[in-house]
């Protein structure tokens, strides 16, 4: 019987693959550097960020130093701001509310999180949030999934986790976590919907 269902944050509550691509994005629009060059900028300082080893605070003088120009910080927090919520997505995990409890698994940094949690109030939608960053794991580490298992209070056949990544699906499913694909390039909510009501036995308004 399924309890819990979880939710993996971009690419599926959000309509972009990559948080990394809509902040990069947004700064090469906003500094007219571009988005390559901005994201090769910051894609090296990526694995410390996910894992928690350094803050885009720490880390933003030396990626102003290599793209050659002092960027205002604050341009960062209206970057994460930018990112595309998925309406459609975000709309099912309300109408499960309050019949099961819900939760994120995402891997990604720590002040993104922080600031789109307070955005959207999204703390009042899922308990727990599980980020990489303040845990120090990412998803293809199996010991994310016990964390969060371990917050939730639940066995892991109690739980569902929702994402966008086969590979974190069958991380997922080899803690015996039943699992859902969500095809990000369709994007297909009614789809989700209907495989939810099916794998919940339950039904969800249209």
Same mark, same amino acid.
């Given at each position: 019987?399924?309890?819990?269902?979880?939710?993996?944050?971009?690419?599926?509550?959000?309509?972009?693959?990559?948080?990394?691509?809509?902040?990069?994005?947004?700064?090469? *629009?906003?500094?007219?550097?571009? =988005?390559?060059?901005? &994201? $090769?900028?910051?894609?090296?300082?990526?694995?410390?960020?996910?894992?928690? @080893?350094?803050?885009?605070?720490?880390?933003?003088?030396?990626?102003?130093?290599?793209?050659?120009?002092?960027?205002?910080?604050?341009?960062? &927090? #209206?970057?994460?701001?930018?990112?595309?919520?998925?309406? /459609?997505?975000?709309?099912?995990?309300? $109408?499960?509310?309050?019949?099961?409890?819900?939760?994120?698994?995402?891997? !990604?940094?720590?002040? @993104?999180?922080?600031?789109?949690?307070?955005?959207?109030?999204?703390?009042?939608? =899922?308990?727990?949030?599980?980020?990489?960053?303040?845990?120090?794991?990412?998803?293809?580490?199996?010991?994310? =999934?016990?964390?969060?298992?371990?917050?939730?209070?639940?066995? #892991?056949?109690?739980?569902? =986790?929702?994402? !966008?990544?086969?590979? !974190?699906?069958?991380? #997922?499913?080899?803690?015996?976590?039943?699992?859902?694909?969500?095809?990000?390039?369709? !994007?297909?909510? $009614?789809?989700?919907?209907?495989?939810? *009501?099916?794998?919940? /036995?339950?039904?969800? #308004? /249209?």
């Amino acid at each position: 019987m399924i309890e819990a269902v979880f939710f993996d944050f971009d690419g599926v509550l959000t309509t972009d693959k990559y948080g990394s691509d809509t902040t990069n994005r947004y700064l090469g *629009e906003e500094t007219g550097l571009g =988005f390559v060059k901005v &994201d $090769q900028a910051l894609e090296r300082h990526s694995e410390a960020l996910l894992l928690g @080893r350094a803050s885009h605070a720490d880390i933003w003088p030396e990626v102003c130093r290599e793209l050659g120009r002092e960027i205002d910080y604050r341009l960062l &927090d #209206a970057a994460f701001r930018s990112t595309p919520m998925n309406a /459609g997505v975000l709309n099912l995990a309300r $109408q499960l509310h309050g019949r099961y409890r819900l939760g994120i698994i995402t891997d !990604n940094k720590r002040d @993104r999180m922080d600031c789109l949690r307070a955005l959207h109030g999204l703390d009042a939608l =899922f308990d727990p949030v599980v980020v990489s960053a303040e845990i120090g794991l990412v998803k293809t580490d199996g010991g994310m =999934f016990e964390h969060a298992l371990r917050l939730i209070g639940l066995g #892991a056949a109690q739980c569902l =986790f929702i994402d !966008n990544s086969r590979r !974190n699906l069958e991380t #997922a499913a080899a803690w015996g976590m039943a699992t859902l694909f969500h095809d990000d390039e369709r !994007n297909d909510a $009614q789809a989700l919907r209907g495989a939810l *009501e099916r794998r919940l /036995g339950i039904s969800l #308004a /249209g």
